[in-house]
C-alpha cells in the first residue's frame, strides 16, 4: 500500500496548523493506495495542538490551537490547502492563525518527493513561537525501504531575513487491521539557523506583540550567533492513524530535545536561551470526498 510519510500528515495538521513542522512539512494527511492516488480528491478536516513548538522552541505560554482545514488534491499530484487556526486560551481566545499552501507531489513505487510554499497570516497579538515567520517554501524527498522509510527535507522561512532549515527522519511502520491502523515511530534531526527566532524575541518575548503596543517597551536587541547553522532539535514521535471508509483518525505525540541554545541580548544584558525538554501532540479527523471508482465487470 503506497503511503505519503508521516511527515505529510504534519503538514495539514501541526505545520499548516501553525506550520508547523515543522513542518514538516506538518504535508496532508492521507494514506491512499496506487488507484486511489489516480483521482483528485477534495480533504477536510478538524485538527486540535496542544501547543505550538518549532525546532524544539516554544513561547513562554501554551499556545494550543484547534484548526479547520480543506485542501484539493489533483490527480496529476498538484494540490492547495488552507487553514485556519483558533487559538483555544481562557483569556487569549481568538483567530490567530491563517495558513495557505500550495504545491506538487511525485510518487513512483517506494520513492515520494515534492516542493511546497506556505504563507501565514499570524493576528498582530500572537505570541506563538512561529509567529514572526511570513512564508516558507520547501522540497523533500522520501523512500520506503520496508524494514525503514528515509525522509530528509530542506526549507527557507521568510521573515525579515531568512532562515535555512534542513531535517532528516528515520521511520518505521507498523500495518495492523487490514492496513487500516498504522503506526509508525520515528526519529528526526533538525538544523539550521534562527534568524526568526531573533526576531521573536524582540517582537514577542520583549514586549511589542504581546501588549500590542506596535514598539514601545523593553526590546531586546536580538541574538548572537543567530545566522549560523546549528544542529537545533532531535525528536522522537509516534504517529498514529486509523482508517474507516473515508474517515481518518490521526494522532501524533512528539517529544522534542533542543539543543545549541543561542546567546540572546536585551537591555544591555547578555544570557544563554533558555531551552527544556517538551511533549507535545497533535490529533485530527478527516473526511475524504472523491468520485467512487466504477466496477469492471
Known amino acids: 500500500m503506497k503511503k ?7 503538514l495539514l495538521i501541526v505545520l499548516s496548523a501553525a506550520a508547523f513542522s515543522q513542518e514538516k512539512r506538518i504535508t496532508d494527511s492521507v494514506v491512499v ?47 492547495i490547502t488552507g487553514i485556519v487556526s483558533y487559538l483555544v486560551s481562557s483569556q487569549q481566545n481568538r483567530i490567530d492563525l491563517f495558513t495557505a499552501s500550495g504545491g ?19 493576528n498582530n497579538k500572537s505570541y506563538a513561537v512561529k509567529s514572526a515567520l511570513t512564508a516558507n517554501i520547501s522540497a523533500y524527498a522520501d523512500y520506503d525501504f520496508d524494514l525503514l522509510e528515509l525522509y530528509a527535507d530542506g526549507a527557507m522561512y521568510f521573515s525579515s531575513q531568512t532562515d535555512f532549515i534542513f531535517s532528516v527522519a528515520v521511520s518505521h511502520n507498523f500495518y495492523a487491521a487490514h492496513n487500516k491502523l498504522i ?9 539550521g539557523t534562527q534568524n526568526y527566532y531573533s526576531n521573536y524575541n524582540n517582537n514577542i518575548k520583549f514586549g511589542k506583540h504581546m501588549n ?16 549560523i547553522f546549528n544542529v537545533q532539535n532531535y525528536e522522537f514521535s509516534v504517529p498514529v492513524k486509523y482508517k474507516v471508509k473515508r474517515f481518518q483518525f490521526i494522532f501524533i505525540p512528539v517529544y522534542a530535545i533542543p539543543v545549541n ?4 541580548t536585551g537591555n544591555q544584558n547578555t544570557y544563554k536561551e533558555d531551552l527544556s525538554n517538551t511533549f507535545f501532540w497533535s490529533i485530527g479527523t478527516y473526511y475524504k470526498f472523491s468520485k467512487q471508482k466504477k466496477q469492471i465487470l
Open 104 to 122: 506538487y507531489d511525485y510518487t513512483k513505487k517506494s520513492f515520494t518527493a515534492g516542493v511546497s510554499a506556505t504563507g501565514y497570516v499570524f
Open 4 to 10: 505519503r510519510s508521516f511527515y505529510s500528515m504534519l
Open 261 to 264: 541554545a543561542a546567546t540572546i
Open 33 to 79: 493506495s496506487t488507484s486511489e492516488k489516480e483521482q483528485s480528491y477534495l480533504l477536510t478536516g478538524a485538527g486540535f495542538n496542544n501547543d505550538i513548538v518549532f525546532l524544539g522552541r516554544k513561547s513562554p505560554t501554551k499556545s494550543p490551537y484547534l484548526s479547520l482545514s480543506a485542501g484539493y488534491y489533483h490527480q496529476s499530484g498538484l494540490y
Open 183 to 191: 503506526i509508525s515511530p520515528a526519529f528526526s534531526l533538525y538544523g
Open 212 to 227: 500590542n503596543t506596535g514598539g514601545a517597551g523593553s526590546m531586546g536587541t536580538g541574538m548572537m550567533g543567530n545566522g
